[in-house]
């Protein structure tokens, strides 16, 4: 299982959630995790996902989710599993 953190920020807006989950669900990447919350008007999102059903390259997914982000008005990211717990590690 090759697993990946994507997050979504930006201000609220109806459809932000069902929009990146049909985009994950046609790129046949699996939500194992999802938590989101909305504070002072702002939607934020984290989700653990599992990306070993993608059969492109992972900078096509990182390009797609940045390009749904735009779509939608929001910030999209997504980091390798293992970068990311780099990345926070105190």
């Known amino acids: 299982m090759k697993r990946a953190v994507i997050t979504v920020v930006g201000k609220d807006s109806v459809g932000i959630i069902a929009k990146v989950c049909t985009y994950l669900a046609e790129k046949s990447i699996n939500i194992l995790d999802i938590s989101q919350t909305i504070v002072g008007g702002f939607f934020n999102m984290m989700m653990i996902v599992d990306v070993s059903g993608y059969d492109e390259g992972y900078q096509e997914v990182a390009d797609g989710v940045e390009s749904l982000g735009k779509d939608i008005g929001c910030t999209v990211k997504i980091q390798r599993e293992e ?4 990345m926070n590690r105190v």
């Not at 970068?83 to 780099?86: E, K, N, R």
């Open 83 to 86: 970068i990311f717990d780099s």
